[in-house]
């Protein structure tokens, strides 16, 4: 016994002393560290500028002892030009990289400023800022998931203006990622479809029934005037997603479950500030749930939408959308719905204040581009409860599609929707019928949004993304996050976006 203990303090000494902590000063000297690096190796960036570095990281860490590359000062070391990060070795760690003003070239589908290529891997207190290309069409990501536990954390992301969302997550073997604790800031708006925030695939993109999904976990961000393609801020795409405590503010787009099932979007605060184009929440699929969200002066609030029926043509002008990726033994022709029909929705506890449009939709967008698409499909055995609808100036508060006679067969397969204990408070004409499950009262003397939101409490800048970057706004050194130039919009480089007179 007391050999086998010698033995193993031999191995833990040993592997004490291979770990080495690597001082590198320049880009040559990083290039050749990370090449070397084995588990345990911490390799530290001096201050300064390291351009053009294709920084790869292909050994694996090991659980406890992982490789790291880390700025000896954090956010001192700037690496720019077409640096990029590949992290292809298991549990590696980037702490405290600056990446600014740099850009890269456009390459595969999942081309990217920072890719994760394995598995548990880390970068944290990093920030990428006005990283791009000279044209809008050149199309790369900064950060891309094409593995498994990754974490993105405390991170700061300004000024993305070219094609392809700012992250996101791959539609094969990405599975369990996270992105947590960010600042996302000033990403300027502009026309292209496909620029979200954070978009994720995996399994159920494509509707196919599956228990598999991408797991992903999006929690405790601050989305803040943080545009892109001003549609959807956060885009999920797939099935078994996380959208926790995120707060969102004067952003033109909102939070959708775009397609998939069994995603929760829970504890979000979006508060539009008269930003025109701000929405709330939107939805399809089966399964989700979207419980205690608070939205504020936006557009709308909540949008349960409609869905496609793809069972047959129900017109000669049917279009149906084949996707070959999406073929399978049930579905030799791969069509995938515009939106599948949102069915078992749990609905709870949301609260919606002071939204120009209606604060829910139940079956929005119904007969849209008819009748190339079969939107026909409404929501489903959904439970609609415990939410609070707030309008001070009255307007419509609920609004729910009724199918047209044409379609009742179709309506008839699907089940009711139950309402309980919901709640209209109006301080002007409230327009429409409400009917059983909502109570409406009217509007109390003295009451402010401030009362409103009680014990919530928005993400603010300090709470969220690098403590370096903190530190220099803080001390009025951090003139980068004001600096609008970033956006292709003449009139934007020289102005805050216009809020909506009231």
């Not at 003295?446 to 800048?461: A, S, V």
Request: proline share 4%; with cysteine; hydrophobic share 35%.
């Amino acid at each position: 016994m007391r050999r086998l203990h010698s033995c193993l303090a031999l191995v833990a000494l040993t592997l004490s002393l291979a770990a080495r902590d690597i001082a590198v000063k320049n880009s040559l000297e990083l290039k050749a560290a990370a090449s070397s690096a084995v588990g345990g190796d911490v390799i530290r960036l001096a201050s300064g500028k390291y351009d053009d570095v294709k920084l790869r990281i292909t050994h694996n860490g090991t659980q406890g002892r992982p490789i790291q590359v880390v700025a000896a000062v954090p956010g001192e070391a700037v690496l720019g030009g077409a640096s990029e990060i590949d992290i292809s070795g298991a549990y590696v760690v980037i702490d405290g990289l600056y990446l600014l003003n740099g850009a890269i070239a456009a390459g595969g589908a999942d081309r990217a400023v920072i890719t994760f290529n394995s598995h548990h891997g880390v970068v944290r207190n990093t920030a990428i800022v006005d990283y791009n290309p000279a044209g809008f069409e050149t199309a790369y990501y900064w950060v891309f998931f094409n593995g498994s536990h990754n974490t993105l954390e405390r991170c700061y992301f300004k000024g993305k203006n070219n094609l392809e969302p700012l992250i996101g997550n791959g539609l094969e073997n990405a599975q369990y990622n996270s992105v947590v604790g960010c600042y996302f800031k000033n990403i300027p708006y502009d026309v292209g479809n496909g620029r979200e925030d954070i978009r994720v695939w995996g399994s159920g993109k494509f509707d196919e029934k599956t228990a598999e999904g991408a797991y992903f976990v999006i929690q405790g961000n601050l989305f803040d005037h943080a545009d892109g393609e001003g549609t959807e801020i956060i885009s999920l795409k797939s099935n078994f997603n996380q959208v926790i405590s995120n707060t969102v503010r004067a952003t033109r787009g909102g939070i959708n479950i775009r397609r998939g099932a069994n995603n929760t979007v829970k504890n979000n605060i979006v508060l539009g500030e008269g930003v025109a184009g701000a929405h709330g929440l939107r939805m399809s699929g089966a399964n989700h749930v979207v419980q205690g969200n608070y939205v504020s002066g936006c557009d709308y609030g909540i949008r349960v939408s409609a869905g496609e029926f793809t069972g047959y043509a129900l017109t000669p002008d049917y279009s149906p959308k084949e996707k070959n990726n999406a073929k399978t033994a049930k579905n030799a022709l791969g069509i995938v719905t515009a939106y599948p029909q949102s069915k078992k929705l749990t609905l709870s506890g949301n609260t919606v204040v002071a939204c120009d449009g209606p604060d829910l939709e139940l079956g929005s967008d119904y007969k849209k581009h008819w009748p190339q698409e079969q939107m026909v499909l409404l929501p489903s055995d959904c439970e609609i409860s415990g939410n609070r609808f707030v309008r001070p100036k009255g307007g419509v508060s609920v609004e729910i599609v009724t199918p047209e006679s044409q379609f009742a067969s179709l309506a008839a397969k699907s089940l009711a929707n139950r309402f309980r204990s919901n709640v209209i408070v109006v301080g002007g004409k409230l327009k429409g019928a409400t009917g059983p499950g909502f109570k409406v009262e009217d509007l109390t003397s003295g009451w402010t949004e401030k009362r409103e939101m009680g014990e919530l409490h928005p993400l603010k800048p300090e709470d969220v993304g690098p403590p370096w970057v903190i530190a220099l706004r803080t001390a009025g050194k951090f003139e980068v996050e004001d600096d609008m130039t970033c956006s292709r919009d003449p009139a934007a480089k020289k102005a805050k976006k216009v809020k909506k007179p009231k």
